[in-house]
Structures are given as structure tokens and as C-alpha cells.
């Protein structure tokens, strides 16, 4: 079944309300769950809302947490989330990076003690959208063994690039793992092996079996002995500058609560756009592999998915609605 | 045979001098080349050499092309490299961005028609020796397929990450593609596969044989569709900022020449050290795969090699060595 945008993100709401959120935390986050949704990244819109409400009554996330300045020095603040909704901190740590961006060219926020900021894309497209070019990374729960170890000691570690453009944002999007732990039990649940190695075995060696990934927490690195310096180091960068928990200790405390993201937000007036279009141009000249998949730039696909679902309605689980339904009664 | 970090520095830099160099940009680019050999990445170092002296030779690039402003935006300047030597702008530029970001926090500078930094690595090390987090990337000439193309559209576009430490800094130097070009040319010449996929055929599967791979120009980028995501952003970001060449136009010209490059600085006086020696201890926590080979953490073998270079001299291949001294005659 399909339901309209204005009607997801009105339950939400609500239902955030009754949790004791304030209207405009709320309407935040109702919002960004609602556009995930929107967006095609079903994973952290509405599916994911039930986890999100569990984790509230189990007082992981705290409705009321604000975010307060810990420090201060030229372009650059550390704020702490006192374990606040994850996304509406994340969306006030961007736009307070775009202000500082538009002010002095360049802002960098991080903030620490934070929740899971849920899809690292909304930050992307919120600086885009400002006229700022965005470079944002977060830390996660260890899901992923470091190049040469056989036990998860790195999270996925999410990376966010984006770029505006009048005809649609660019906007990479894109976690350390080769495979999320989602996606991983989807082709657990339908019985299919991973197109491609996705993890490890016990022995360590790469594996296609999502079922043993997951349950060996053993997924692979993007390119190997690279992505795993990549989620290595963007987790030191995000506890230099914050001093909050790392994947260490995020993973010691045994629940993905408290973590730390950088936003850095670069403003320019012109951004050479022309340019942009030729590179975008250059790359779709690329002959197709297979001649029905077009060559396409990231933020492409999320464009194409919103403005459908915008028009058909957001697809939803008929199961999953029922029952985010019945946190109202 | 060894030389030693003395002895090759001054050859060089005696030849630049001899090409026409300052003395000052001949002392700060025989440094970078010796300290590439020294660090042990000795294919952007004595062995690139001739290459480098060739492209003077041929008028690619300027001895005394000079850094010029083309604006500043705040905590962000763009400079035009003038097409002088690539490892001098970058390190100029990366003294500058250490400026503005101790002055404010964080700075952002931009060159573009630079020529190629040769090892990125050596900038992250220059800033975080500078007591700064560098995050620094360059774009290249395509050499891999975009996700879903067969021609080469992306450069392997080197992204270089530090935060400094102490008992040694910690510096991820990555480029996009699996491996690089030179590493495949040593797989070529020594009659062996590639351990992983590093690249295409011609109908487009994964293949092992650098040799094809090389021929076709079709390195695989990092985890698939992700790096070739990541490629194309980074090359975005440093057209949009620099206004300079993209991968695109450096292709169409048919040298890898005019490049563009960003470097990005964050000065905080506390970086938590602690912390981040927490990281390092979980990550090597992690049950070896091969029990002989320690997990490492980005930048660790480069120290070890720098300490054991300086200790017993630089390896050299004697046959570079004699052509490199050749030049003084």
C-alpha cells in the first residue's frame, strides 16, 4: 500500500508528541523520517520509527536531550547531544555548519554523545540545499573486522559528500561496509547469497552467505585493506575532535547509543556549475555494461524515487503502518 | 643498494637547480621526492624522478610557475598552481591551510592547474607534523569505469586523511581504485594475477589479469559502485571549489597535467590523544587472520620503513640511480 508524505509524517508527529517530544523536535523528526521514506532509503524512514520509539521508552534516547556547546574555537564547535533524538541534533549541527560556512566560507561542527542520525543522506541534501557544499561522517557500533583481524572491531562508519546543483543535489551517501546489516538480511530472508563477497567466514576468509556475515558480525570493508583504514580513521577524526565515545567505546556499552559526527559545510558563491554538468556528462558517456542501467550520479536515483513517491504515494508495509498506527491509540 | 636520505636529496635537488629551479622550490621538491623513497612509497619517489624531469623537458610543467590567488571567501582561498611543480604548490598550500585553520579553526585551500602532488601522504604528514587534522584529495586522469560503464570516466582521485600523534601520526593515503597502475605493472612483469579482482574485461566482469586491465584502462574502483560514487564526488567538490580541471578535461587534453587539489585543515588545541590511543588498542584487540601479520593502523609501516630507511639507507634500483646521476653530466 501507498501513503501520502503529509500523512506519514502527520502520524509521526503525533505519535512523537505522546512520547513527550516538543512540537518542534518533533516536526523535525517526523519530517526527516518521513523524506527517508520518501526518498526510497525505507530503512531509516518508517521502518525503522518502531526502533526509534523503543529506544525512547527505553530511555536510550532521550526526548528532551539539547544540545549544548562544548567548545568554541573560530569556525570550529563541538556540541554535546546529551543523547537527543539523533536527527534533529544532526539537522541543527548542519544548519549551524551552513551559518558558520556562509559566514567565514567554511564551518566544521561536531557533536558527541549524539543518537544514530539515521540516514546520513538528509544532512547531505539539507547543506545542498543551503548552497553549501557538505562533508559529514559518523561513527557506529563495530560491525566490520579491521584488514587483517577476524572480529569487528570498525563500524560502518557512514560518509556523506554532497554538492548543490539547480537540477538535482549530488549527493554520495555511502557506509564503509560493502553491504549493510539491512540489506544483508534481506538476501538472508529471501535465501539468496550476496552478488558479491560481502564479509568473512570463521577462518576469515570472503564470504557470499549473509546469514554467516550477520551472525559473525564480520562484514567487509569497502576495497578491503581500504575501507577499513577509511572507517578506521574517520572514527580517530570524529573522537579527536569531539572527545566523545568511539566505535570502542560505543561497542563496549553494548548499544549504538552516544555517537559522534562531523559536519563540515564549505560556502562559495559560485560553485562552477557549468563544470559540474560537464563531468556529470562526461561519466554517462561511459558505454553501459548492461545496456538497460544507465550511468548515474549519486543522488540521481533519490531524486528520481522521491519525485514518484511524492506523486504515487510513499510505498509502505501494510504490517509496519498497522502497527506505528496503533502506538496512537 | 642503500643511499642515504642526504645523498639522494642533494642529487636531486642539484638536478632541479639545474632545470631551472629556485633554490628554494629545488630544496622543498627534492625533499618530497627523497622523503617519498624514504617512507618507502618509492614509486613517487627516485623511481618517478625522470618522469618529472621529462615533463619539465617537454614544457608540462614550469619550474618557476608560481601560486596566485584567484580568491578567498573567509577561512577559503583558491589558488591557480600555474602549472609549476606539483609537489612544491601542494606543500605551499598545505602550509597555508595550517595557517588559517590555526588562526580560525579550520581553512580550506584550493589549487588548480597544479600538476600531480606525487604522494599525497606527504601532505597529511606535513599538516598533522603541523599539529593539524588534514583531510586533502586530488583528482587524476581517468583510469577506472565509472559503476555500470565499461569506458575509463574516474580517476583514482587519492584521498589523504591525518590527525597527528604523538608516538606517530596517523595518515591514511588511499587512492579509489583497488590498485593502483604501478602496482598492476609489478604484478604484469612478474607473471602473476591479481590477488582480487582489480579491474574489467571487455564485456565487463571482474578480472584478475593486470595486464588486460592496464591495456583497458579499467581499474576497479573500491567497493564497486562506492568508490566509483566517491571518485566522482571528490572530483565535484574539487572542480566546484577550484574552478580548474576535472578528471573530464584532464582526459581530453592526454596528459595528466593542470590538476586540481584541496586541502582542508582543523586545528583544535586538544585532540584527545587518550581516546584515539583507545581506537588503536581495540582495533589490534581483533584476532589475527594470519597470525604472523599484525593489524595495523594507517601511517604505522610508513614509519617503520622511515626508521629503518634512515637507519641503513634508502634501497635504490641501481640502474634509476646511474640514469638519475647521468643527468648531472
Known amino acids: 500500500m501507498r ?8 502520524l509521526l508527529k503525533a505519535i512523537m508528541i505522546r512520547f513527550s517530544f516538543d512540537e518542534r523536535k518533533a516536526e523535525v523528526c517526523a519530517d526527516i523520517f518521513a523524506s527517508n521514506s520518501r526518498d526510497g532509503v525505507y530503512s531509516h524512514g518508517l521502518n525503522r520509527f518502531p526502533v526509534f520509539i523503543d529506544y525512547v521508552r527505553k530511555g536510550l534516547i532521550h526526548p528532551n536531550g539539547e544540545l549544548s556547546l562544548v567548545k568554541k574555537y573560530g569556525q570550529v564547535e563541538v556540541y554535546d ?43 547531505g541534501w539539507q547543506a545542498a540545499d543551503a548552497g553549501c557544499i557538505a562533508i559529514c561522517f559518523t561513527n557506529a557500533i563495530a560491525g ?12 560502518n562508519n557512514p560518509l556523506v559528500i554532497a554538492v548543490p546543483r539547480k537540477e538535482g543535489n549530488l549527493v554520495l551517501d555511502m557506509a564503509m561496509s560493502q553491504y549493510s546489516y539491512g540489506k544483508m538480511q534481506e538476501y538472508e530472508w529471501s535465501k539468496q547469497p550476496l552478488p558479491f563477497a560481502g564479509g568473512f567466514d570463521e577462518s576469515g576468509n570472503l564470504s557470499h552467505d549473509p546469514a554467516m556475515i550477520r551472525r559473525l558480525k564480520t562484514a567487509l570493508p569497502i576495497g578491503f585493506w581500504k575501507g577499513s583504514g577509511l572507517a578506521f580513521m574517520l572514527d580517530i577524526v ?33 560553485l562552477h556549475q557549468a563544470l559540474t554538468e560537464k563531468i556529470i556528462e562526461f561519466t554517462k558517456t561511459s558505454t553501459r555494461t548492461n545496456r538497460d542501467s544507465p550511468v548515474r550520479y549519486p543522488g540521481e ?29
Open 81 to 123: 547531544g546529551q543523547t537527543g533524538p539523533g536527527m534533529y541534533n544532526a539537522s541543527v549541527c548542519t544548519s549551524r555548519a551552513v551559518i558558520l560556512a556562509k559566514e567565514n566560507g567554511i564551518g566544521c561542527v561536531t557533536v558527541r554523545n549524539n543518537n544514530h542520525w539515521m540516514r546520513g543522506g538528509t544532512y
Open 238 to 270: 570524529l573522537t579527536a575532535l569531539g572527545g566523545g565515545k568511539s566505535t570502542a567505546e560505543i561497542t563496549g556499552s553494548g548499544n549504538e547509543i552516544g555517537l559522534s559526527q562531523t559536519f563540515i559545510c564549505i560556502y562559495q558563491q559560485d
Open 301 to 329: 536515483n533519490t531524486l528520481a524515487t522521491r519525485i514518484k513517491n511524492m506523486r504515487e504515494g510513499i510505498p509502505v508495509n501494510q504490517e509496519t503502518w498497522e502497527a506505528v498506527k496503533k502506538m496512537m491509540e
Open 3 to 10: 501513503v501520502s508524505f503529509d500523512e506519514l509524517k502527520k
Open 144 to 155: 566490520m573486522p579491521p584488514w587483517g583481524g577476524k572480529d569487528a572491531r570498525l563500524g
